[in-house]
C-alpha cells in the first residue's frame, strides 16, 4: 500500500498534529503534519476529517525547531498526555529553517525509536524519492490539490503495513 505519485498539495512549514482514533490500534494515532504552507495544511485538515473510520484534530507548530523540539520532549512538549508521540510523520521537503531532507537527517540519527515518515512533495524528481528514502522516509507522495485524492492518500498512508503502534515511552534518548 502507498501513495499514487499525485497526492496532496504544496510545501512550506506551519506543522500540524493531526490526532487520529484509528480502530486498528484501539487508541489514539498521531500523525505529525510538517507542512509550511496553509493551504497545503488546510487541505490534509479537511482530508482527516472526511476519513469515516478517524476522528481527527488539527494542532498547528509553526516551525521545524518545534517540531524537533515535539519529537524530543523539549519544553512545553515534555508532557505526552498533552503532546503524544507520534504514530506517523508527514513530511514536506520545501521548508523554511529546515528543509525535509535535513530533518530526515537529523531524524535518521537519532537513537531512539522514531516514527515512520511520508514525505509529501510537489517535486516529482527521482533524485528527491531516492535521497528521501535513503535517509529513512518510508513513502514518498506526490502533493495534489485535490482534495478526494488527498483523502485516498492519507486513508492510504495511515492503513501502511509499516504503520504500527508506538512502544510506550518512546522518544528521543539524551
Known amino acids: 500500500m502507498g501513495c499514487k505519485p499525485h497526492s496532496i498539495q504544496h510545501c512550506h512549514a506551519t506543522f500540524l498534529l493531526l490526532m487520529a482514533v484509528d480502530e486498528r490500534f484501539g487508541k489514539e494515532q498521531i500523525i505529525l503534519l510538517v507542512e509550511d504552507d496553509p493551504e497545503d495544511a488546510e487541505i490534509i485538515r479537511i482530508a482527516s476529517e472526511r476519513l469515516d473510520s478517524l476522528h481527527c484534530r488539527v494542532i498547528p507548530i509553526n516551525d521545524g525547531r518545534q517540531a524537533m523540539h515535539y519529537l ?49 512533495s510537489y517535486s516529482r524528481l527521482e533524485s528527491d524519492k531516492h535521497l528521501a528514502k535513503k535517509l529513512g522516509a518510508k513513502e514518498y507522495c506526490v502533493k495534489s490539490a485535490d482534495l478526494n485524492e488527498t483523502v485516498v492518500m492519507l486513508k492510504n498512508l ?17
Do not use: C
Open 158 to 174: 495511515i492503513n501502511a503495513a509499516w504503520l504500527s503502534p508506538p512502544p510506550e515511552g518512546t522518544g528521543l534518548q539524551g
Open 72 to 120: 524530543a520532549g523539549i519544553g512545553q512538549y515534555g508532557n505526552r498526555n498533552e503532546f503524544p508521540f507520534p504514530t506517523l510523520i508527514l513530511l514536506d521537503l520545501t521548508l523554511p529553517q529546515m528543509n525535509g531532507f535535513d530533518f530526515l537527517a537529523w531524524l535518521h540519527g537519532e537513537t531512539g525509536k522514531m516514527p515512520p515518515v511520508a514525505v509529501l
